[in-house]
């Protein structure tokens, strides 16, 4: 204890000093100065201050900052070494300015936010928050600090609009993270990968605090950004959490036990500490949690409070000291009960107060050191002793350092080693054991020394937060584990300080931790244990991979309070990081998380992340996602552009293409519909499913790879039109591929397998669509026939009785014109009846088999396909031949109508056996009629001369 006085260091460490103990030394200097015999000044100061923020201090538990888990060190055990100076000079620091008048108005308890209900620090949150504005980090980054502000106060207001300012704030953290996931992609850069998720949304979490500050308390709207907040506040702590721990379990797998070897005799505490956590993983993840929640607590403490100014500068209990040097004979009644010695110890030795505001200021400072220490900043905790005059409680703070005499090993080179802890560690231990069972202490006080001296049970009841609970658990936790081995190995010749019977009661697990806080004492913790990401730490630090990855698929499952999209995206790649790691758990479940995750971003379509995360299903289901999400694309650029992302995520993009159209297409389907009359075609109307059925097979002409599938699609969607005779909806489709697609599948096939015959499934499309082709010609041409038959007929001119000369005249003009509209109308008739039979006849005798009768089979022939074919030949050749019938018999073509029954009747093309019974009647008829009209015309009943 080189570093402090001896008799200033003993005097620290005294717990029990007598009645006429003398007054420290640069306490009793001040007094002899008399410098306070003018009473307490800088009132306006006090009043100013009085309306601070004197609660401020440091709330541990809910934090997150980063420190690579490669840098950590066990502060409990293993140290650094502290910049501290070579003595605390009491003398040198005091000053002799007494203090303010009392104000009525103290500060609350500053470490109340632990405690707080969630609801209750969200409002806190609201309150203390600024504005933030999102920005890609790159542009951030050259940005000098005054431009970035400029910038936030220019374009908050937009934001602050928002319904959910939140949630527009936070957009860009998913894509973030897509581009940080594919950055980072390769299995060696996968802790580089989490540390730049807590960069991330580090930063998220810095602008949500401006935005919320920036926002009116009593805005409703902003209730969900603070919810937003919270949660990326513990996503942040839970990527450092699973950084830090799965890199030590990594290294601990890659590296064999470490066995030093070395004698245990010869070993100092704070070597035989290094060697124990060295060898013992378990015991170094403990440790890592600690430093995990402290480093959360430092962020907490930078996001919420600012610094806590003490108003005693230089010297403690100034007002005490001030009460002690005053001579008059009128003595207050108060200020007899006071204490009347200045040493650490008088308050408890006396049993005596302090004055009243130094007892504040005491209880204030107690707070604000324990919450350092729960942050692990021991050494501000020190300086701030030092600055308030407590040099020997900065001292004491020192006590619990493992010792270690590097001199004792190293060869002489005339340099001395400063000596490192306390060589009395045990008996100060066991004090301090004392001195947090002691209740004359104040409850800060003891929870500071209960820290030190492995007491959990004093320790819990100044916590206020399950992050407070945890970190005193696993404090102690590792506090025992130490002790134990540094006992079993004491040096030869030195009896260690027995510690209390109490000490090792109850041994700690990590189990046994986690099982007491679900069942703790208070209400607000156990119910913050049961909060999902406490939750999801719990099992990272247990590494119960399977039992998280099973809590996150019942959350999943729960409709009532489904997970929101940011914890969605965390828990996708959460499972991500895993598969990274080779560490594969409950595969199932783990699609079904990333599968939600791509759900969610095709709800919100962000189109540059669907096809990266789809890419991580396995096979069918990537098809299916993807498929699912472009079904929703209407432009046609942004399809190209989907397309494109696809392609780049290595997905199967004809796979894809022909599932989205079959979806689409498979669609409200209906039953195929019959109609044989002699009346055109009339179309039902176009539905806005059948339109997207229409656009749907653009998806496949994009590529001139995929012309056979789009032409095998679009006859399969073409079918389904005609069956339900929405012929002008087919026509659609027909046009929609493009004119040369035949010449394109043969120059393909050509180019992929040579001069082998194309596969039959290409080949009975390319008949198909041949049919369909000449099945809508010969409809157009009979609409045309039927068109200029009914509608375009020139009307023969007429005279009424007693016309005068001049009206006979000009109905002789008329019937002229009309002479010559009349030839012209039959000559076009003629012309439209003989494309209307060509046509038609094309439909009837088609060669290969005839119309839509496939030309090979195979043993892998889709039956549905063969089902709807032969509908459409029942349905559509009667029609046809009715059709014909009708043109023929109309324009006085008999002989023809009677010769349909001769084709009809053909073995070759057998096309009566489309016909039903009843059909077979109705044409017999109408062909009965024809005969009737040449019988008329004295020709026989089949036309010929008699």
């Known amino acids: 204890m080189d570093s402090f006085r001896q008799d200033d260091y003993n005097r620290s460490l005294s717990f029990g000093v007598d009645e006429n103990s003398p007054i420290p030394r640069g306490v009793s200097r001040s007094v002899k100065g ?6 307490p000044k800088n009132h306006s100061e006090r009043i100013r201050r009085s309306m601070g923020l004197l609660d401020q201090v440091a709330t541990p538990g809910l934090g997150v900052s980063a420190t690579p888990s490669s840098s950590l060190k066990y502060s409990t055990y293993t140290p650094s070494k502290l910049p501290i100076p ?51 980090i790159a542009s951030l980054e050259s940005m000098t600090p005054s431009e970035v502000t400029e910038d936030f106060t220019l374009t908050n207001v937009n934001l602050l609009l928002e319904d959910d300012p939140g949630m527009s704030a936070t957009a860009g953290l998913f894509e973030d993270f897509m581009k940080s996931f594919r950055v980072f992609s390769s299995p060696t850069d996968v802790f580089r990968l989490v540390a730049e998720y807590e960069k991330l949304c580090s930063e998220q979490v810095t602008m949500l605090n401006k935005l919320v500050k920036k926002a009116n308390p009593g805005q409703n709207k902003f209730s969900k950004t603070v919810e937003v907040l919270n949660l990326l506040e513990q996503e942040k702590c839970t990527w450092r959490l699973l950084g830090s721990l799965y890199q030590d379990r990594q290294s601990a797998e890659d590296e064999e036990t470490m066995d030093t070897g070395m004698d245990m005799e010869r070993k100092s ?64 009644r108060s200020d007899r009960q006071l204490v009347s010695h200045m040493d ?42 030092k600055k308030c005059g407590q040099a020997w409680r900065a001292a004491t703070l020192e006590g619990w350092k493992l010792y270690h005499d590097s001199n004792m090993k190293a060869l002489s080179t005339g340099n ?13 231990k066991a004090t301090a054991w004392r001195m947090s069972q002691d209740e004359r202490f104040h409850p800060y006080e003891r929870a500071i020394a209960a820290v030190f001296s492995g007491n959990l049970k004093e320790v819990l009841p100044v916590c206020r937060s399950w992050d407070d609970c945890l970190w005193a658990y696993f404090r102690v936790l590792v506090d025992q584990q130490v002790e134990q081995e540094i006992r079993e190995n004491v040096q030869p010749g030195r009896e260690s300080q027995p510690l209390p019977d109490n000490y090792f009661d109850k041994l700690l697990t990590t189990n046994k931790i986690f099982q007491d806080l679900q069942a703790f004492p208070s209400e607000d913790i156990e119910m913050q244990s049961k909060q999902k990401y406490h939750l999801i730490q719990k099992y990272l630090i247990l590494g119960e991979i399977d039992a998280l990855v099973e809590e996150m698929g019942e959350w999943l499952l729960d409709d009532v309070h489904r997970p929101s999209q940011h914890l969605v995206r965390f828990m996708a790649h959460v499972v991500l990081f895993f598969r990274g790691l ?13 599968e939600a995750y791509v759900k969610n971003l095709i709800d919100v379509k962000h189109l540059e992340l669907v096809s990266v995360y789809a890419a991580q299903l396995p096979e069918s289901l990537q098809v299916e996602c ?11 650029d942004t399809r190209k552009y989907c397309l494109q992302l696809a392609e780049e995520a290595g997905l199967d993009v004809p796979k894809i293409t022909k599932t989205v159209v079959e979806n689409i297409r498979n ?71 493009p004119g040369d697609t035949i010449d394109v599948i043969m120059k393909n096939w050509l180019g992929h397998a040579g001069r082998v015959s194309l596969p039959v499934e290409d080949d009975n499309a390319i008949k198909e669509y041949l049919c369909i082709k000449a099945y809508l010609n010969a409809l157009d041409t009979f609409n045309d026939w039927f068109e200029h038959f009914h509608n375009k007929k020139p009307v023969e001119p007429t005279v009424i009785e007693g016309a005068t000369f001049h009206q006979k005249v000009q109905h002789e003009h008329e019937e002229k014109e009309f002479k010559m509209e009349l030839e012209r109308w039959q000559h076009g008739l003629n012309s439209n009846t003989k494309a209307v039979v060509d046509n038609i006849y094309n439909v009837l005798l088609f060669p290969n088999g005839g119309w839509m009768v496939d030309q090979y089979t195979d043993d892998l022939m889709d039956n549905s396909r063969a089902t709807q074919l032969q509908r459409l030949r029942e349905l559509c050749i009667p029609l046809l031949v009715f059709l014909l019938q009708s043109v023929l018999h109309t324009t006085g073509q008999y002989k023809q109508a009677l010769m349909l029954a001769d084709v009809i009747a053909s073995e070759e093309q057998q096309l009566y056996t489309v016909f039903d019974k009843d059909e077979l009647r109705k044409l017999l008829c109408k062909i009965r009629e024809s005969s009737i009209e040449l019988l008329d015309d004295n020709l026989d009943a089949l036309g010929y001369e008699m």
Request: hydrophobic share 35%; proline share 5%.
């Open 34 to 39: 008399n410098s306070f015999l003018q009473g």
């Open 626 to 636: 993807y498929a699912h999400f472009l079904e929703g694309i209407q432009e046609k």
């Open 86 to 136: 070579s003595q605390y000079d009491v003398t040198g620091i005091v000053s002799p300015t007494p203090r303010r008048l009392k104000t009525q108005n103290m500060p609350a308890d500053p470490m109340s936010l632990g405690s707080m209900s969630i609801p209750e620090q969200t409002r806190l949150a609201a309150s203390l928050l600024m504005t933030p504005i999102r920005q890609p």
């Open 269 to 332: 505490e704070q070597e035989i500490s290094n060697s124990l956590f060295a060898r013992n993983s378990s015991l170094r993840q403990s440790q890592i949690v600690v430093d995990w929640l402290e480093r959360n607590a430092v962020d907490q403490i930078q996001d919420y409070y600012e610094n806590v100014e003490f108003y005693s500068q230089s010297v403690c209990w100034e007002n005490t000291l001030h009460s002690l040097q005053q001579k008059t004979a009128r003595v207050s």
């Open 582 to 594: 080779g560490l594969d758990s409950k595969e199932e479940i783990c699609t079904a998380i990333i």
């Open 416 to 428: 001395i080693a400063a000596i490192e802890g306390n060589p009395n560690r045990d008996i100060w």
């Open 344 to 385: 650490p110890d008088a308050p408890v030795r006396e049993n005596k107060p302090l004055a009243e505001l130094d007892r504040e200021d005491e209880a204030r400072l107690l707070k604000n050191l324990f919450a350092k220490i729960r942050a692990g900043q021991l050494e501000d905790a020190q300086r701030l002793c």
């Open 667 to 737: 669609r409200d389907l209906t039953e195929f519909t019959a109609d044989t009359g002699s009346t055109p075609a009339i179309d039902a109307a176009t539905s806005q499913v059948d339109r997207k059925k229409i656009e749907a097979i653009d998806w496949l002409v994009f590529d001139p790879s995929q012309r056979a599938e789009a032409l095998k699609q679009s006859n399969a969607v073409m079918r389904t039109f005609l069956g339900i005779k929405k012929h002008d909806a087919a026509k659609e489709v027909f046009h929609k591929i």
